[in-house]
């Protein structure tokens, strides 16, 4: 079918898709990559990303992000650049509503607490997860498991943050990866084409702004700490002079929403000049780059690391995130060391999966379980398993 969508020579284009593991009619009234959108706006794994957190466990309050609307403001913020330069909106939407599907509760936290308890098994990453929920752990259709995603989406999920393979790259590609790739390759020594390699960027934009705002909310730090941060500071120091007396929700707001054009802009900006540089003519050209072609100016890549380093050392390592990051490990700990020890404590259709205590099949399944959790469930778990008192 045609598409009538007008798109930049480079960009993916939804007619040239490489398809699906599993072969199916195109839909008469929306591309390949709009299906892929949808389904998994669909999927459980989705809705479940309204109760994981980022930083701040759920009952720390509901102003705060969620995986679910971070994931909603990565999108939105991908679908503006990837506008502005001819990509295809509907593949970066899909890429950024995916990114963060195979994150455990309680966020790093989480995450860090199972792959120390997976290590001996393979390890654990949120990368590797979110593709045993896009081809394994979704069951909803009737001819496959998982999404059926198309090449393009799921080699964008796969590789927003770069190759997986090739000179400098030491680590092992993760298993379920590897088992993928070798049935439906997915150029896992190559960048991703450009519509995933800027809802990558558009990830780094939308938490770094966002833990700002929650950070300020949380009164991890006062507005007045930020003066001396790259960017950020100024703005925050335009904000206050275009709009003396303002209040501090708006101020944060305004300010906020400024960084984020900035960094948008120049994000823009320079991919433009990376494009007319490189002479690219097409997707594949760009993923055969030694470099992405989305990327921040020099100077915006430092105003980037000053941030983050601000927030390391402000936000993710204040106590009271450390007190929260001890109490999720906590829980992760003990729910994976109870699961495989006695896997029959398992609910029916994850026991039946599972093998014997120990064994490296039971410590899968287990993290397969355990990754799917919301922070609320996963405490109510971890009160119904070790307070003697709790309904079971």
Not at 181 to 205: N, R
Not at 262 to 284: C, G, Y
Request: aromatic content about 8%; hydrophobic content about 40%; charged content about 25%.
């Amino acid at each position: 079918m045609m598409y009538p969508i007008s798109l930049a020579p480079y960009a993916s284009k939804p007619e040239e898709s490489r398809g699906r593991l599993h072969p199916e009619p195109e839909h008469a009234m929306r591309s390949p990559f709009q299906r892929d959108r949808d389904r998994i706006i669909h999927s459980s794994a989705f809705r479940r990303l309204t109760h994981k957190t980022q930083v701040f466990v759920y009952h720390e309050g509901d102003h705060y992000r969620t995986r679910l609307t971070h994931s909603l403001e990565v999108a939105q913020i991908a679908r503006t650049i990837a506008r502005a330069l001819g990509l295809d909106e509907d593949l970066a939407e899909t890429v950024a509503l995916a990114h963060d599907l195979g994150h455990t509760p309680f966020g790093h936290a989480g995450e860090e607490a199972l792959n120390a308890e997976m290590v001996r098994f393979g390890g654990f990453s949120h990368n590797e997860q979110t593709l045993r929920i896009l081809t394994r752990l979704e069951r909803r259709y009737a001819e496959f498991d998982g999404l059926n995603l198309t090449w393009e989406a799921l080699e964008g999920t796969v590789k927003h943050n770069g190759p997986l393979r090739g000179p400098g790259i030491e680590r092992p590609v993760p298993p379920t990866i590897a088992e993928y790739d070798h049935s439906h390759p997915l150029a896992l020594d190559t960048f991703a084409g450009p519509e995933a390699q800027v809802a990558a960027l558009a990830d780094d934009i939308a938490y770094n702004n966002h833990d700002i705002d929650d950070g300020l909310r949380a009164g991890l730090f006062p507005i007045a700490d930020l003066a001396d941060v790259p960017l950020v500071g100024p703005v925050f120091r335009s904000v206050g002079a275009c709009y003396p007396g303002i209040e501090e929700p708006r101020l944060i707001h305004e300010a906020i929403r400024r960084v984020i054009d900035h960094m948008v802009v120049d994000l823009i900006a320079e991919t433009q000049v990376r494009i007319a540089d490189s002479k690219v003519r097409s997707a594949a050209e760009i993923r055969a780059l030694k470099q992405p072609v989305a990327a921040f100016s020099d100077e915006m890549r430092r105003n980037d690391r000053a941030l983050k380093g601000f927030l390391f050392e402000r936000m993710y390592r204040h106590y009271r995130v450390n007190r929260m990051s001890s109490k999720a490990r906590r829980v992760i700990r003990d729910l994976f060391g109870l699961y495989l020890a006695e896997p029959e404590c398992l609910p029916g259709e994850w026991r039946r999966l599972a093998a014997g205590p120990g064994e490296a099949q039971t410590a899968r399944v287990a993290a397969d379980y355990l990754a799917g959790m919301t922070d609320r469930y996963a405490l109510d778990e971890h009160h119904r398993l070790f307070d003697t008192y709790a309904p079971t």
